[in-house]
């Protein structure tokens, strides 16, 4: 079978690969679509955490079921997509209820080797079914979900202000779920286009571009003087991690989805006089998979708004670092099998 393989960073090569067999407890996935996200983006650049070359990539993927292990209630053929998480059961995390942050999680595609493959094997006990939405939409369940996720962590409450640094995938899956959950939504980014996309396709009302000179008095002012109380950040950058706690209102959650590599560093008088909650977000749960499939299915996301370029397969190595470019505005491309 045909595969893509990122050799070292900067660096991709096809490959023929051994087709999966079928083990206990697996299953088979031909894979129809993958979504590129920034994890793939960063692997590529060789700035994300906690990677190791050669890995092959992709771990937003939808496909048909060919064949399967303990998954009762699936059929040989339907549409579906998983949780790319592969959790160990027993660790602390597992045992209580989170195994999106399980001590030795294997992630498709960064942990272990994910989907820029024609089939792949997965635990059984991940599958989803495809409830009539298209392969496209399956396969943006897991960015939409990461979003769901960090929401609910925050518990976003009806009416209040959410600050979202960061307008890529993630940061607009995190405000479409911040929109759902009823909060007024703040979109932040330094980049213009994104910002005119929230705007234009998500229908945001408060925007505020980063690289302006008073963003606090942006923010305050449409916050009438409150601040958000909620700050998520979408970015995995350092600086703007950092430069957000000044965005905080008092009382207020602060969410890291995005993650880098160095330190976070911050005034800790500031933080304590706000009896500020500092959070991470990791991955996300088939609780927050299962909300993201019933939004798509009853319209409350529109999954067109996400995906702004495509490629075939076979054109992936070619037009990959094409997608790393601000200039051309990608949001999601996504890969067809």
Known sequence: MRSLVCIRPGSFEYKEAKAPVLLPGQAIIRIRRIGICGTDLHAFEGTQPYFE???????????????????????????????????????IACRSGKPNCCVTIKVCGVHVNGGMVDYLSVPSSTLLHGDGL???????????AIGAHAVRRAAVQEGEFVLVVGAGPIGLGTMEAARIAGAQ?????????????????????????????????????????????????????????????????????????????????????????????????????????????DSLKTGKIDPTTYITHRAPFERVKDEFESWLDPANGVIKAMVEM
Do not use: W
């Open 134 to 144: 298209s392969h496209d939409e399956l396969a943006l369940i897991e960015p939409l």
């Open 185 to 293: 939504v703040i979109a932040m980014d330094i980049n213009q286009g994104r910002l005119q996309f929230c705007r234009d396709r998500l229908h945001l009302l408060h925007t505020v571009h980063a690289g302006s000179a008073d963003t606090t008095g942006q923010i305050r002012e449409i916050t009438r003087g409150d601040m958000p109380t909620v700050v998520i950040d979408a970015t995995g950058n350092l600086a703007a991690i950092n430069n957000a706690f000044q965005y905080m209102a008092h009382g207020a959650r602060y969410v890291l989805v995005g993650l880098q590599k160095g330190e976070i560093v911050f005034s800790h008088p500031e933080f304590h006089k706000r009896e500020a909650t500092l959070m991470s977000s990791r991955n996300a749960t088939r609780i927050d998979f299962e909300k993201v499939i």
């Open 53 to 91: 070359y050669p890995r092959i990539l992709g771990h937003e993927l939808s496909g048909d079921l060919i064949d399967f292990d303990e998954a009762p209630g699936f059929v040989p053929g339907e549409a579906v997509t998983f949780l790319p998480y592969f959790n160990c059961g027993h660790c």
